[in-house]
């Protein structure tokens, strides 16, 4: 299984980014996939999350802002970033994991499980910065 992130980089505040999530090998076809950012001296913060049903999770800082997608023939998952913030700076992560009923949500505990059945990429850069 991989998880593979990109389209990180350098972004001036107010303007856009997408970052893509490449996964392959998954095993189960009901899942929960999601983006997660880590922050410089923040913690682990959960953004938004889809499940393959579509349906969608946010958290409050950046509903409004943030798109989740998914494309299903390309086994990709997006986050299209719009008015971003120097705040949105840090590492950027997607993961999967199986779908259980009600728990695909960004404070879910699925995410807390080190279990064989979640996968994590390696992450990709964002710096917000004028």
């Known amino acids: 299984v991989q998880l593979v992130e990109s389209g990180g980089g350098l972004v001036q505040p107010g303007r856009s980014l997408r970052l893509s999530c490449a996964a392959s090998?998954?095993?189960?076809?009901?899942?929960?996939m999601g983006w997660f950012r880590q922050g410089t001296g923040k913690e682990h913060e959960g953004l938004a999350t889809?499940?393959?049903?579509?349906?969608?999770n946010y958290a409050d800082s950046v509903k409004g802002r943030f798109t989740i997608s998914q494309d299903n023939a390309k086994n990709t998952m997006y986050l299209q970033m719009n008015s971003l913030k120097p705040e949105d700076s840090g590492w950027f992560y997607c993961?999967?994991?199986?779908?259980?009923?009600?728990?695909?949500?960004?404070?879910?505990?699925?995410?807390?499980?080190?279990?064989?059945?979640?996968?994590w990429g390696p992450g990709t850069q964002v710096t917000v910065s004028s």
């Open positions: 090998g998954l095993t189960y076809s009901s899942y929960c």
């Open positions: 889809i499940d393959s049903n579509g349906r969608v």
């Open positions: 993961a999967s994991a199986p779908l259980r009923p009600g728990q695909c949500t960004v404070v879910s505990e699925i995410w807390d499980d080190d279990g064989d059945d979640n996968h």
